[in-house]
């Protein structure tokens, strides 16, 4: 038998926490006398989740005295930092009402609930199979779409971290309740636009989770997507899926053979007769499938559609925990988002927050989160590479201005798009590859001398520290003095008479008997990684 694992791979985006179920006394009458939502934490307030969001990773001023190369290390610490703004708690607040709200249609202990259940798996009908509107159910799901980079994924994971993700049930009330949970499961939309992958991924998470066999009881032998759909609609039943998270929906649009129809009416049945919330995220790629489907504009307005696009800079607040005599404006979210960042400084000389560099940032990176707090992180490894002296070691709008050119060269198109506000040009680019800063900084520890200090390059006057520490050495100047021609050379130019520029002139004087020319031009330094721009997981690939 084929193990159609190997066809379709398991692609679960994120895990969480499993525990014993503990009930609640609920304030809301329609919560209570319901295990799967008793056993849920309690209803946060905006105090509450902001506190629960926040992430920040350990930090100590002395870290910035450790040696370069433990430093390099330090510096990705930005990266977990995690900075509850006001959409992450209007999201938590959706979640929040959304999970609670699907539950009450499914309560465990409720007369004829197991009875129903089959009777409502069996109402999921074949995928092709046209579902007429159901005005009188309550919407319950929501579609999250945005720009790539400005944190959607990032931001549900963290919102659903605040809910375990199995919950196993033993005893309810005195009376016996053997089920296991699922409160959210969190997937990735195939590559190819397939329902039947999308299936086979969830068969294979629950069994991932919950250590079952369901993939091989369900999934095995060459099942078609109308055999998968009921039983994936009766395991979200039986296990109280209480939400259903596809990520990447905008690979939808890229599917030719109707699957993203299929796909998207199989999650207006799978509310309908199941009662299982889904969220669809996506970037604008997905927009013109999900504008094509009347039930699903339906369903994602069940909590309210969520844009989530690009941050806006906002006014810059000088002091923002000075009191003013006057009432001053609110730092936008921009300022807030750096003030968090810059918490975690590790080169030498610690600079403040200033409205210089945040508009500078702002203006390579176009309020793109991903954008910036990696061109804030490789900045600092810029600095601390390039550094003639610990006086040097500082973020200054020059260097990030370099970073941001040096590592968004596959995004500039786009970033100059946004700045001149052209949506026509946006519409037709593809979505922006993130940075690999992982590359970025293995080139800048390769620039580092083994005791670990920095190294101090001397560059000319009128060429600064920018490229060089990514890229290298800039190419020499032409030392021989001899003009260069306007017409083309016919006679072979003997040994020695290149220009120091010419990559004749390595493989020249430097190459070795029976060693390729590239090899030679490698070794040089005139030739980068081809691995150089791609996403970390498709290099490895």
């Known amino acids: 038998m084929t193990d159609h694992r190997s066809t379709f791979p398991l692609i679960l985006t994120s895990r969480g926490r499993q525990t014993t179920a503990s009930y609640l006394e609920q304030e809301l009458a329609c919560y209570r006398g319901n295990p799967f939502i008793e056993a849920l934490p309690a209803i946060m307030t905006e105090e509450d989740a902001m506190e629960a969001l926040a992430r920040d990773p350990p930090y100590e001023n002395a870290d910035r005295h450790l040696p370069a190369h433990l430093r390099l290390h330090a510096i990705q610490n930005a990266l977990q930092c995690f900075a509850p703004l006001p959409v992450h708690l209007d999201l938590e607040q959706r979640f929040s009402r959304m999970i609670r709200a699907g539950y009450q249609m499914r309560n465990p202990i409720a007369r004829n609930f197991w009875r129903n259940l089959d009777e409502n798996c069996e109402n999921v009908k074949l995928s092709t199979t046209v579902v007429p509107n159901t005005a009188h159910s309550t919407p319950l799901g929501f579609t999250i779409i945005g720009f790539p980079g400005v944190g959607k994924s990032t931001s549900v994971e963290a919102v659903l971290s605040l809910y375990p993700q199995v919950i196993y049930h033993h005893l309810y009330r005195d009376r016996e309740l053997n089920v296991a949970q699922l409160v959210w499961l969190k997937l990735e939309c195939p590559h190819d636009g397939s329902v039947k992958g999308l299936c086979l991924n969830f068969f294979h998470t629950v069994d991932d989770l919950l250590g079952t066999n369901y993939g091989r009881n369900y999934a095995a032998g060459r099942r078609t997507t109308d055999e998968l759909l009921p039983h994936m609609a009766r395991l979200a039943a039986l296990h109280g899926v209480g939400v259903l998270v596809i990520d990447e929906i905008n690979r939808l649009s890229g599917n030719k053979s109707g699957g993203a129809s299929k796909m998207l009416n199989f999650f207006v049945q799978l509310t309908n007769s199941i009662g299982v919330p889904v969220v669809l995220v996506g970037t604008f790629k997905a927009k013109s499938v999900l504008s094509g489907e009347f039930h699903q504009i339906r369903r994602g307005t069940g909590q309210g559609d969520l844009v989530w696009d690009r941050m806006e800079k906002g006014e810059w607040v000088d002091d923002p925990k000075e009191p003013a005599i006057t009432q001053s404006p609110k730092p936008g979210v921009w300022q807030l988002l750096l003030e968090s960042l810059w918490t975690y400084q ?127 050495e800039p190419p020499r100047p032409n030392t021989n003095n001899k003009p260069a021609s306007s017409k083309r050379r016919t006679k072979k130019v003997p040994n020695g008479d290149y220009a120091e520029k010419d990559l004749r002139a390595a493989v020249v004087k430097q190459a070795r008997p029976n060693s390729p020319p590239f090899t030679t031009l490698e070794n040089a330094g005139h030739i980068a990684s081809a691995t150089e721009y791609l996403d970390q997981q498709e290099a490895k690939q």
Request: net charge negative; charged share 25%.
């Open 346 to 472: 590790y080169v030498k000389v610690p600079c403040p927050l200033t409205k210089e560099l945040s508009d500078v940032l702002y203006e390579e990176t176009q309020g793109i989160t991903d954008f910036a707090s990696k061109i804030y992180m490789l900045a600092q490894v810029r600095a601390i590479v390039t550094a003639r002296s610990p006086a040097d070691e500082i973020i200054t709008t020059d260097i990030i201005r370099s970073v941001a050119r040096d590592s968004l060269r596959q995004a500039q198109p786009v970033l100059t798009a946004l700045r001149r506000g052209d949506d026509k040009f946006l519409s037709t680019v593809p979505d922006i590859n993130p940075i690999n800063a992982d590359a970025f900084i293995l080139e800048a520890r390769k620039k580092l001398p083994k005791d670990g200090k920095t190294v101090a390059t001397n560059y000319p006057d009128d060429d600064p520290p920018t490229l060089h520490a990514h890229y290298g």
